[in-house]
């Protein structure tokens, strides 16, 4: 156990420091998200990796007849559809396999004030976390990064007493404006889905199987 006055760090940093790719990718998600810096990335990914190793040791032992792992297994599905990263139904333990990053970001306070129109931009949003502006279920939360779930999104408003809430305040986003960063959001979701298609489709092709191979 350690010392109670040191607290242990709660992510994995990167295996090499100097990896071209990986680097330029994370400058890219901290842009894309508002990130203060590349630590909220490998924040995430802990998250994530933590997730998968879950599904991969659950479905072994699932495999070998394990009891209590369907227990847990369940447990696993309903946190993920808790925190919003899976839909209500129809998910199993391969769901989890295929969460990307983006899926855990997209969580985060910051990014459910912008995607909610709250905010202008995502930077903005982090801004106005930080000041107290925004409340979840009532209560101020002032960390950008908190996860919010399935069932507190619908309550992320303007702090009552914030000068946001009057609708003439000059900082307010228009819903003009809300419309079209959502519309930009879905484009830039539907281009990495095709392009994450086109690559798998490629491996598959490479790997001699067809799409007959796959039919059931």
Known sequence: MGDPKFSRRSYDTPSHPWQGERIKKEVEIVREFGLKNKTEVWKAQTVLRNFRKQSRELQARLRGGDAQA??????????????????????????????????ILSRRLQTVVFDKGLANTIKQARQM??????????????????????????????????PFTDDMHPMRISAEQAAANVAVKAEAKAKVEKETAAKAKADAEEAGITLKDGEI
Do not use: F, Q, W
């Not at 946190?79 to 899926?103: A, E, F, Q």
């Open 70 to 103: 369907k227990v847990e297994a369940d447990a696993l599905i309903k946190k993920c559809t808790r925190m919003g990263l899976l839909p209500v139904t129809g998910s199993d333990l391969n769901d989890v396999l295929v969460l990307t990053d983006n899926d």
């Open 129 to 162: 976390i930080t000041h107290g502006h925004i409340h979840v279920n009532g209560h101020r939360v002032t960390v950008p990064g908190y996860i919010v779930t399935r069932e507190e999104e619908a309550s992320v408003l303007y702090n009552n007493v914030s």
